[in-house]
């Protein structure tokens, strides 16, 4: 999977493109680590590039959600799930876990 990066005002974006791989998992980490570090309030994971998620990638999405829980004052959201991602954020009530933007 590609990750792509910038900072708008206090978002830390990250863009996802292509499909997760095991190796991905660290590089959530830290992406996450960076953005606690960062003067941002809210991490976001954009969907807008991605066309299929399997397990693995709902998995580097628990990952990110543990490793920002507890820290007060981050926010983490799911923006632009687009088709197969949409159906499979709806089916697993991933909106319950993390604040996702449609």
Known sequence: ???NTSIQGKEYK????GR???KDC???IELTHQFVESACDTMVFDFGKIMLLDSLGVSMILLARNELSGIDGKNFILRHPLGKVRHMFKTFN???LVKVEW
């Not at 990250?14 to 493109?17: A, G, K, M, N, R």
């Open 14 to 17: 990250v863009y996802l493109e």
């Open 26 to 28: 660290n590089r959530i």
């Open 1 to 3: 999977m590609q990750f």
């Open 94 to 96: 991933i909106d319950k």
């Open 20 to 22: 997760a791989e095991n």
